[in-house]
């Protein structure tokens, strides 16, 4: 269940990046040779010329480049697009590299535009059905916040919580048969019974549990008794109007966080054990469908999307900004780039990233 989820999430985020390429180019008068839902090799694809439809069957090559075909593809994972002269390599004057340097700039920008807009509608979308949010005494809640609990938010590996199971995201509803209504019940009274077993009441996914907690008398350095991170935390409905309000600002912040995010990684020393690829994603997909359910997917989905969209626009060769890159530099010339070095600039860029993304899905499988 967990990897069906993980390749749709992957899908429609790469889906819906390449549909802004496909767009845009489309409305800049380029040539696109095919838009593909998934990768080659090709299973169907279809041609729509003088009012007919013609269809072909499998990855077998196209005669006519000058209609599109729309295809679905053997690899159901996202999608792409391909426009004669991407590559800088037609003069087609109907190719990209043919185009005004505006056309050009917003066909490699869309993709990472339409995955930020993206990211704003899932936001939305899970403010209108009820986003979990830390409450607290927080006063500037966007809407009122139903089913608050004191629940679960961090759980260190190894501690004794860990060992007994206890998992992000569990509602913790008593200790020891006494109920508890606020973290600070449940910090002070484990505070006061450090070293002892206790018995957690939890809820997980509208099912309780009871769990046999032990506890260290010494923990280790920012580490209480038991483990865990306590939050008071609710579910918080808003209104269309509102949700879409507050998908934007959801949005607005989750990008802002990312470069900082980056920051802390490697200020901390970090670095490349802090990274993760499509394993360590598939593993999140599994953790967050465990805590939060398919609802929780929602604002997760919506993450992935800013970070994809973050990730395309780095001035790398082989991604979408490393090709902004070199249009601006053409733009600053007045002149086209030598496109030899170009191509062999995002050529190994593309050779670097994957041998980055085999090690890091290395570690992901074999390091926790």
Same mark, same amino acid.
């Given at each position: 269940?967990?990897?069906?989820?993980?390749?749709?999430?992957?899908? %429609?985020?790469?889906?819906?990046?390449?549909?802004?390429?496909?767009? %845009?180019? =489309?409305?800049?008068?380029?040539? %696109?040779? @095919?838009?593909?839902?998934?990768?080659?090799?090709?299973?169907?694809?279809?041609?729509?010329?003088?009012?007919?439809?013609?269809?072909?069957?499998?990855? =077998?090559?196209?005669?006519?480049?000058?209609?599109?075909?729309?295809?679905?593809?053997?690899?159901?994972?996202?999608?792409?697009?391909?426009?004669?002269?991407?590559?800088?390599?037609?003069?087609?004057?109907?190719?990209?590299?043919?185009? /005004?340097?505006?056309?050009?700039?917003?066909?490699?920008?869309?993709?990472?535009?339409?995955?930020?807009?993206?990211?704003?509608?899932?936001?939305?979308?899970?403010?209108? +059905?009820?986003?979990? #949010?830390?409450?607290? @005494?927080?006063?500037?809640?966007?809407?009122?916040a139903e089913g608050v609990a004191v629940t679960i938010h961090?759980?260190?590996?190894?501690?004794?919580?860990?060992?007994?199971?206890?998992?992000? &995201?569990d509602q913790v509803l008593g200790l020891d048969g006494i109920?508890?209504?606020?973290?600070?019940?449940?910090?002070?009274?484990?505070?006061?019974?450090?070293?002892?077993?206790?018995?957690?009441?939890?809820?997980?996914?509208?099912?309780?549990?009871? #769990?046999?907690?032990?506890?260290?008398?010494?923990? /280790?350095?920012?580490?209480?008794?038991? &483990?865990? &991170?306590?939050?008071?935390?609710?579910?918080?409905?808003?209104?269309? !109007?509102?949700?879409?309000k507050q998908g934007v600002i959801a949005s607005y912040y989750?990008?802002?966080?990312?470069?900082?995010?980056?920051?802390? %990684?490697?200020?901390?020393?970090?670095?490349?054990?802090?990274?993760?690829?499509?394993?360590?994603?598939?593993?999140?997909?599994?953790?967050? =469908?465990?805590?939060?359910?398919?609802? &929780?997917?929602?604002?997760?989905?919506?993450?992935?999307?800013?970070?994809?969209?973050? +990730?395309?626009?780095?001035?790398?060769?082989?991604?979408?900004?490393?090709?902004?890159?070199?249009?601006?530099?053409?733009?600053?010339?007045?002149?086209?780039?030598?496109?030899?070095?170009?191509?062999?600039?995002?050529?190994?860029?593309?050779?670097?990233? +994957?041998?980055?993304?085999? !090690?890091?899905?290395?570690?992901?499988?074999?390091?926790?």
């Amino acid at each position: 269940m967990t990897l069906l989820i993980f390749l749709i999430i992957l899908s %429609v985020l790469v889906f819906v990046h390449e549909l802004g390429h496909f767009i %845009v180019a =489309k409305k800049s008068g380029m040539n %696109v040779e @095919e838009f593909g839902f998934g990768f080659p090799p090709r299973l169907i694809g279809v041609q729509k010329k003088d009012g007919n439809f013609k269809v072909i069957w499998g990855p =077998k090559q196209v005669q006519d480049k000058q209609t599109t075909v729309y295809s679905i593809n053997w690899i159901f994972a996202g999608g792409f697009v391909k426009i004669t002269g991407e590559n800088n390599d037609d003069e087609n004057h109907a190719s990209f590299v043919n185009k /005004p340097f505006s056309a050009r700039f917003f066909t490699l920008t869309a993709g990472v535009i339409m995955n930020v807009l993206l990211a704003v509608v899932l936001y939305a979308v899970s403010f209108n +059905l009820g986003a979990p #949010l830390m409450v607290g @005494e927080r006063a500037d809640l966007p809407c009122p916040a139903e089913g608050v609990a004191v629940t679960i938010h961090t759980v260190v590996p190894g501690s004794p919580a860990d060992h007994a199971g206890i998992k992000v &995201g569990d509602q913790v509803l008593g200790l020891d048969g006494i109920q508890v209504h606020d973290t600070s019940d449940v910090i002070s009274y484990i505070k006061t019974n450090a070293g002892k077993s206790f018995n957690f009441t939890v809820r997980r996914q509208q099912v309780e549990h009871s #769990l046999a907690v032990n506890s260290a008398q010494t923990p /280790p350095p920012n580490q209480g008794p038991t &483990g865990i &991170g306590l939050g008071l935390f609710g579910t918080v409905k808003c209104s269309p !109007a509102l949700a879409i309000k507050q998908g934007v600002i959801a949005s607005y912040y989750g990008l802002i966080n990312i470069p900082l995010g980056l920051y802390d %990684v490697f200020t901390s020393g970090a670095g490349f054990q802090a990274l993760g690829g499509p394993v360590r994603i598939y593993q999140e997909t599994d953790k967050v =469908k465990d805590q939060a359910g398919v609802q &929780g997917l929602i604002p997760f989905a919506a993450f992935l999307s800013l970070n994809l969209a973050f +990730l395309n626009i780095l001035p790398i060769p082989a991604l979408d900004g490393g090709r902004v890159m070199f249009l601006l530099i053409e733009k600053i010339r007045r002149k086209r780039n030598r496109q030899i070095v170009e191509q062999t600039a995002n050529a190994i860029g593309f050779l670097l990233l +994957l041998l980055l993304l085999v !090690a890091i899905s290395i570690k992901d499988v074999f390091v926790r």
